[in-house]
């Protein structure tokens, strides 16, 4: 089936900084979004990215599908910006989730 | 929003549980998650007009229903330690790879 990497696994970010996480895919997708998941666990929607560029406010996201793989962008990084980020790509019905980039922000 | 019900639930192995979720309106399609501790969240199985649409790696002990308002159950029999576990719903406006999905809260099953 089809696999996500995400990388890097571990990121440690002082507020004010920018960063870039990086998600491959192994195969053609037609579907391709990122996740913020909080310390309570809820997976809120950041983008629904199947290809080209997106931006919302300090995040913004790109697919580059023909060579598999997307990048998340975080500008100027807040502590709420804290968390877990997941790709996720379609494979038939189902979502296959990467393994996370885990994002700590300090002040 | 996605809605789930309960927030936790505390069951001992062998036993049976029903999780509760209510789709976004509008939304025909729900699919469930598990997702164990430090791992990205497993799809289980999506109900699209009250049918099984499509299934992961889970055994039929793993089972689920889909109403006609579009609420939806995951019922897991004979309960065992390895399905302690974060049980996400997702609801999108239709089935197929080019649909978006959105998650509930979630429910946190602790099986002891």
């Known amino acids: 089936g089809i696999q996500v990497e995400q990388s890097p696994p571990d990121l440690i970010l002082q507020e004010g900084a920018n960063s870039t996480l990086r998600c491959n895919f192994s195969?053609?997708?037609?579907?391709l979004q990122w996740f913020h998941q909080n310390p309570w666990g809820q997976l809120i929607n950041l983008f629904y990215?199947?290809?080209g560029t997106k931006q919302n406010g300090r995040l913004s996201a790109t697919t580059v599908a023909t060579e598999r793989y997307s990048l998340l962008y975080i500008s100027s990084s807040q502590t709420t910006d804290s968390g877990v980020y997941f790709c996720?790509?379609?494979?038939?019905?189902?979502?296959?989730f990467g393994k996370g980039t885990t994002l700590s922000v300090s002040s | 929003g996605v809605t789930q019900s309960p927030t936790h639930l505390i069951k001992t192995r062998g036993q049976q549980v029903t999780l509760r979720c209510s789709s976004q309106?509008?939304?025909?399609?729900v699919s469930w998650y598990q997702q164990a501790l430090g791992q990205g969240p497993q799809f289980i199985f999506q109900?699209?007009?009250?049918?099984?649409?499509g299934r992961g790696n889970f055994p039929p002990r793993f089972s689920g229903l889909q109403f006609p308002n579009d609420s939806s159950e995951l019922n897991v029999n004979a309960l065992e330690l390895d399905d302690s576990a974060l049980y996400l719903c997702?609801?999108?406006?239709?089935?197929?790879?080019?649909?978006?999905?959105?998650f509930g809260p979630g429910t946190r099953l602790t099986v002891l």
């Open positions: 990215i199947p290809s």
């Open positions: 997702a609801s999108s406006l239709a089935t197929g790879p080019f649909t978006e999905q959105f």
């Open positions: 109900y699209y007009r009250e049918e099984e649409n």
């Open positions: 195969d053609s997708v037609n579907n």
């Open positions: 996720a790509v379609g494979s038939g019905t189902a979502l296959i």
């Open positions: 309106s509008g939304h025909n399609t």
